[in-house]
C-alpha cells in the first residue's frame, strides 16, 4: 500500500489532511515534518469522497459504500442506501451527526435525518421516486451543505443546482461552463468554489446567484475535491496525484509535491491548526 506525505518541506503545522485514493490515511505534523498512518480500513471498494465532522469521518464510494467513524478511523460503520451496489456515491455533507447527504450515479441525491440509518430520494431522474426533479441521466459528483435548509450540487455538463428549503425543491443555476464540475466548496454561506475537468474553477460572492469562471492555475488535471480554511485559503486535490494551494481566493494555485501518482478524491484540512506558508 502506496504511502504518501513524507516530509512536505512548504506545511507547517496542518495538523490533520485527510487525502482519499483507494484507501485512508491520516497525516500529522511535527515541526515541518510530514508523516502518514494508515487507518484500520475493512472498506473494500473504492471511495470517492470524505467529509470531516467534529469527531466523525463520513466516507462514501463505489458500490453503495457509506461509512461512518466516530473514533478517528479505528472502526468503521456502515450505513448502506439499500439501493444497491451498483449504486456509487461521489460525494457526501453532514451538518451534524444525523443530518446530512450523498450524492451520485444517475443523478441521485439522498438525504438523511438520523445519521444515514435511513434515506430519502430528492433529486434524480431514476423512476423510483416519479415527483423527483431529473438531471437527465448526468451523474452528481458533489454536495456542499451550508445549512438546515440550505445545499449545493454539481455535476456533469456544467450542472449546479441548489435548494433553500432542505431539498424539498431544486433550482438549475447558470455556470457559464459545460466542464463536468467534480467538487464544490462554500467557506461561508455567500462564498464557494466548484471545480472539475480540464483545471476548471468556479467561483461566487453571492450564494451562488452568480458564478465566474476563474483562470485555471497549477495544472489543468481535473480537480476531485476542494477545502478552504478561510474565503482565501484553500486546497485542491486530483487526478494522477495532483495537489495544489491557493492564499488568494483561487486566483493562483500553488503546486505541492503529494509524492504520488494516484488520483486523490478527497482533502480535509483542520482550521484549527493551519499556518501554511511557501
Known amino acids: 500500500m502506496p504511502v504518501i506525505g513524507i516530509n512536505w518541506p512548504v506545511a507547517n503545522k496542518l495538523s490533520l489532511l485527510h487525502i482519499l485514493t483507494s484507501y485512508i490515511a491520516i497525516s500529522s505534523a511535527l515541526n515541518n515534518n510530514w508523516g502518514w498512518a494508515d487507518l484500520e480500513n475493512p472498506i473494500k471498494s473504492n471511495l470517492l469522497d470524505i467529509n470531516y465532522l467534529d469527531d466523525a469521518i463520513w466516507v462514501a464510494g463505489e458500490a453503495d459504500t457509506i461509512y461512518v467513524s466516530e473514533d478517528e478511523g479505528a472502526t468503521w460503520s456502515r450505513r448502506s442506501s439499500e439501493f444497491g451496489d451498483r449504486y456509487s456515491w461521489n460525494g457526501l455533507s453532514f451538518l451534524n451527526a444525523t443530518r446530512g447527504w450523498v450524492v451520485g450515479s444517475y443523478g441521485l441525491v439522498l438525504h438523511t435525518l438520523d ?164
Open 115 to 278: 445519521g444515514g440509518r435511513s434515506w430519502t430520494q430528492q433529486l434524480s431522474h431514476v423512476e423510483i421516486d416519479p415527483a423527483a426533479p431529473s438531471l437527465n441521466y448526468n451523474a452528481v459528483h458533489h454536495v456542499a451543505g451550508l445549512s438546515w435548509c440550505g445545499a449545493f450540487v454539481v455535476g456533469d455538463a456544467g450542472n449546479i443546482f441548489s435548494t433553500g428549503d432542505g431539498g424539498a425543491t431544486w433550482t438549475q443555476q447558470v455556470s457559464k461552463t459545460a466542464e463536468d464540475l467534480m467538487t464544490l466548496f462554500f467557506a461561508s454561506t455567500t462564498t464557494g468554489w466548484a471545480a472539475g475537468r480540464n483545471g476548471v474553477l468556479l467561483s461566487t460572492a453571492d450564494a451562488g446567484e452568480n458564478w465566474v469562471v476563474q483562470e485555471p492555475s497549477g495544472g489543468t488535471w481535473t480537480r476531485f475535491s476542494l477545502f478552504f480554511t478561510t474565503e482565501d485559503r484553500g486546497w485542491a486535490v486530483g487526478e494522477a496525484g495532483g495537489l495544489v494551494w491557493t492564499n488568494s481566493s483561487g486566483a493562483q494555485w500553488n503546486v505541492l509535491p503529494s509524492c504520488t501518482v494516484k488520483d486523490l478524491y478527497g482533502v480535509v484540512v483542520d482550521p484549527q491548526h493551519t499556518n501554511h506558508t511557501t
